[in-house]
């Protein structure tokens, strides 16, 4: 684990003569004083001190643009708020800058530096078409490939930033600069990572490992090997750019090797967690056992008409074996009554009732699918290459065809709802993900309901 760390220069205002040294890591450190490249990025995994290196790089490079205005942009308000005004005020007073700051409904702050004040701006980026009349000397955007819209709305966004570096002093590059975890071969690949984009002479990928972060120590490594599986690890680690649009969701999944010869004869009174969706004429509910931390799906139940049906499919199959059963549901059935004809109460409330209020677990809004699909695909595999998941194949042929078949829409990171496989995958992923949540950088991601 490399954890060498360099050290910068700033001129603060407190002495002219008076200079603040800061320490970064290595690839922080090329990314930061870096100020001769037009166009750069640093995409590194969690942990390798993205935010802190861009914010870093604005203070830097402000220092030779006083008189001049900069800009830093994330990919909504909410996360300049969330996400970009801490760790900037943080490196400030570390950098020992004074500075003024005015806030809503547009952030600005003036850097005191021992020469002069330098304007520094913080904006969202999924407004860039307001950008228009901005005279700038750099332009640092976070996160970009989570802007909505895709690549088309991100290359929009950065053409933008291109017109809009008009304005600095003179004898230094007007920058436009990135800071990103990789999401798949988006923007980012494409304007830096691709054959094609790496042999401009205009532009430079800084890639990240989080191991130069001396935090990302032996017990943080065990922890990310338990819940990821091996492609995240490739992209949230080691900062590569893998392939997470299209292809097979659960790429990882063999009906050979994650098949089980077990029964829930092979449990009786045991507990059963079961995973439920809600369509009318399509419910589906997978059923399984927890066995030493491995979620063991043994039954399913696929194809009833509505809500009412499958509490009573339940109840027929599973209360004389298993007094304890907790339902995992589609957290929608809280507010609707879909799927019954004639019901006064929702589905959720219907399983309540059925099953015990404290036996029916949901977040009060589902999480993003794809932090659900990467919870499933960690209980697959993770990065020890530990199965968590195992499936009788003979018991449960919907789930296993699902989860060898169900494919993402084509340059999406959502299935492909077009086969029908995706009910009794989501209804496989609800208990997963509220019992094993992998954090996705992103993604609207849920812990555990109180």
Same mark, same amino acid.
């Given at each position: ?179 990103? +975890?990789?999401?798949? *071969? ?6 830096? @990572?691709? %054959?094609?984009?790496? !042999? /401009? ?61 077990? +029964?829930?004869?092979? *449990? ?6 079961? @995973?439920? %969706?809600?369509?009318? !004429? /399509? ?168």
């Amino acid at each position: 684990m490399t954890q060498d760390v360099y050290e910068i220069t700033i001129e603060s205002d407190e002495d002219e003569e008076e200079e603040t040294n800061l320490e970064l890591f290595p690839s922080q450190n090329r990314f930061v004083t870096d100020v001769t490249t037009p166009i750069i990025a640093y995409v590194g995994g969690f942990n390798a001190g993205k935010t802190y290196g861009l914010v870093s790089k604005a203070i830097y490079n402000g220092q030779f643009q006083v008189g001049y205005k900069g800009m830093l942009a994330e990919p909504t308000f909410q996360m300049i708020e969330d996400n970009l005004i801490q760790p900037l005020e943080e490196a400030l007073d570390k950098y020992k800058i004074t500075y003024k700051v005015w806030g809503k409904p547009a952030y600005k702050y003036v850097l005191q530096y021992g020469h002069g004040e330098h304007e520094l701006i913080l904006r969202s980026a999924e407004n860039w078409d307001r950008w228009r009349g901005l005279k700038l000397a750099y332009i640092g955007i976070d996160e970009i490939d989570r802007l909505q819209g895709g690549v088309s709305n991100a290359q929009n966004c950065h053409r933008m930033a291109l017109s809009r570096l008009s304005k600095g002093a003179p004898g230094y590059v007007r920058q436009l600069f990135y800071a990103s +975890t990789p999401e798949g *071969y988006g923007f980012l690949y494409q304007t830096f @990572g691709s %054959d094609e984009a790496r !042999a /401009k002479k205009d532009r430079q990928l800084i890639q990240a490992c989080s191991f130069e972060n001396p935090s990302s120590d032996k017990q943080w490594y065990d922890g990310m090997l338990n819940d990821y599986p091996p492609m995240l690890l490739q992209a949230y680690i080691h900062g590569k750019f893998v392939n997470l649009f299209g292809g097979r969701c659960y790429p990882d999944f063999d009906r050979k090797t994650h098949h089980t010869d077990l +029964t829930l004869d092979k *449990y009786p009174g045991r507990a059963l967690h079961i @995973g439920m %969706d809600f369509n009318p !004429a /399509k419910m589906a509910a997978a059923v399984g056992v927890i066995d030493d931390g491995k979620m063991l799906y043994l039954k399913e139940h696929v194809n009833l008409k509505d809500t009412k049906e499958m509490i009573n499919a339940i109840i027929t199959n599973h209360s004389a074996k298993h007094k304890e059963i907790h339902i995992y549901p589609d957290s929608s059935g809280q507010y609707v009554r879909g799927t019954t004809e004639g019901a006064t109460i929702t589905d959720v409330a219907m399983l309540e009732n059925a099953f015990g209020q404290g036996r029916v677990h949901y977040h009060t809004a589902n999480p993003d699918v794809v932090q659900r699909i990467e919870s499933v695909n960690a209980m697959i595999l993770n990065g020890r290459k530990e199965k968590r998941l195992w499936v009788n194949t003979k018991e449960c042929p919907r789930i296993t065809e699902a989860l060898e078949q169900l494919t993402f829409a084509e340059g999406s990171r959502l299935p492909d709802k077009t086969s029908g496989k995706d009910h009794i995958s989501d209804a496989v992923g609800y208990p997963i993900v509220y019992l094993w949540p992998v954090y996705m950088p992103g993604a609207r991601n849920v812990s555990v309901r109180a």
